[in-house]
Each structure stands twice: as structure tokens, then as C-alpha cells.
């Protein structure tokens, strides 16, 4: 995929991978950011988390503007 981001300073080619991971039967999210969130007890938690993770970040993004 080819995009910009709003940080980004010129479009990149953007590589889609699966965020979840489960380490101990437990499930973690990656964020662009570079951290792990979690532990989440199932995949569906962690997958409800990622988009509540998300619209945190957008309403950050659209206080700052």
C-alpha cells in the first residue's frame, strides 16, 4: 500500500501486518508508536482495544492541531 500519514514527510509504501500477538496466553498489540499495549484475555478484547487505542490517538492528533 501507498500512503501518507499525517507525520510522514513524503508518501511510503506501507506494510500491513497483523498487530496482535499472544506470548503466555495472552494477547498484546504493537502501535506504530513502538509500544506493546495489553495483556488483553482473548483476541476479540485486544481487537475492541486496538480501534479504542486508535480514536485516543486521533482526538490527540486533533486537539494538538
Same mark, same amino acid.
Given at each position: 500500500? *501507498?500512503?501518507?500519514?499525517?507525520?510522514?514527510?513524503?508518501?511510503?509504501?506501507? *506494510?500491513?501486518?497483523?498487530?496482535?500477538?499472544?506470548?503466555?496466553?495472552? *494477547?498484546?498489540?504493537?502501535?506504530?508508536?513502538?509500544?506493546?499495549?495489553?495483556? *488483553?484475555?482473548?483476541?476479540?478484547?485486544?481487537?475492541?482495544?486496538?480501534?479504542?487505542?486508535?480514536?485516543?490517538?486521533?482526538?490527540?492528533?486533533?486537539?494538538?492541531?
Amino acid at each position: 500500500m *501507498f500512503g501518507k500519514r499525517a507525520q510522514d514527510p513524503a508518501p511510503t509504501t506501507i *506494510f500491513r501486518s497483523d498487530r496482535i500477538c499472544r506470548v503466555n496466553s495472552e *494477547f498484546y498489540f504493537n502501535t506504530r508508536e513502538g509500544t506493546q499495549e495489553g495483556p *488483553f484475555a482473548s483476541r476479540e478484547a485486544a481487537e475492541r482495544e486496538i480501534k479504542a487505542y486508535i480514536a485516543r490517538m486521533q482526538q490527540l492528533t486533533q486537539v494538538a492541531s
